[in-house]
């Protein structure tokens, strides 16, 4: 079976992961947030994909989850056992194997941001929810929060994967989209300390001083059946990253259509272009013999795209582009991405054509 089908939802600073079986079309939405519901259901019929249950990795402080609202469509609630979340649910025990279709992802319990973290493994990719981040860990200043324990948590459960197994986190911060466990061994501060004892002390939090207002109010929301959730984000609260999180400093370089085009007739490998957007844009208007790659499935195609060699990076308008670069360049796989500035649009203003476009 070729890889899951995945798709990477981001919205201010939250991550939902849209997993798909390209076998049976059964799919799961991983951390759904109230207000995108629409978007997953474009999605969902974009991509031919049924939704069989959706999961909250932990009880969400900083945003509302959109559980509710796909329960009220039959859809059921995964969730730790340990959770204390009172809606209608299936609990998973650590060890347990999720099945999506003909996928099966293993339930890992990863307490300490939350005493109901858990992560999914399997497939090549681990989504983390807010556990281990891309630099850093989550916050463990909430009510149940405990430092040490996350540290724990993450350095046996996580840590231990297979090298190449793409970290998938809650929250996505410094424009990078996803890591890998390798990367994180070599690049996350986060990880030195030398037990999660020495991490706690370190960090200097104290629990439930995060518990802001706004955090009991979506608390409040996201522990109950919370029939009235608001159409639109909750209370907002910055997300859950670490205070040390981030370690990016990046060299992407970028050129304008105008010289994109002088860079794409000298191009003799059509794979050292890449187009990230989505298969339906890609499909509605292309610059010619670009590779498509979809920015949300670029970690399945890390091997094919290393190279020391320019990378040039190509989406609508220049701002997928550069989070693409800077993901690559973060794991070390393309030392030199070069985002195509403008993107497609760019491209069509300076009067180059494009393929595949329909006649108008
Ligand atoms: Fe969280």
New binding site residues.
Partial sequence: MSHPILKIISNEGCNSYLIGCPVTRAAIIVDPKVGQEGQYAAMLERYGLELTAVVDS?T???HLSASTAFAGAGVPLLMSHATQVKRKMRTLEHGEYLSVGELSFEVLEVPG??PDSIALFGHGLVITG?SLFVGGL?RADFVGSDAAQLYDSVQTRLMSLPGDTLVMP?HGYNDILFSTIDCERRLNAALTHADGAAYARDLDVTEGAGNSPGVEANLLLNLHEAPDLPSSAGPAVAC?ASPAGGDAAFDISEIAAVDAQKVHAALSNPEQWIDVRDPFEYNAGRIPGVTPIPLSELGFHLDRLKSDEPLYISCRSGVRSMTAAKTLQRLGVSTQPVNIGGGILGWQAMGNAIEGAPAT
């Fill in positions: 932990h969400h402080a900083d941001h939350t807010d989550a809650g859950c």
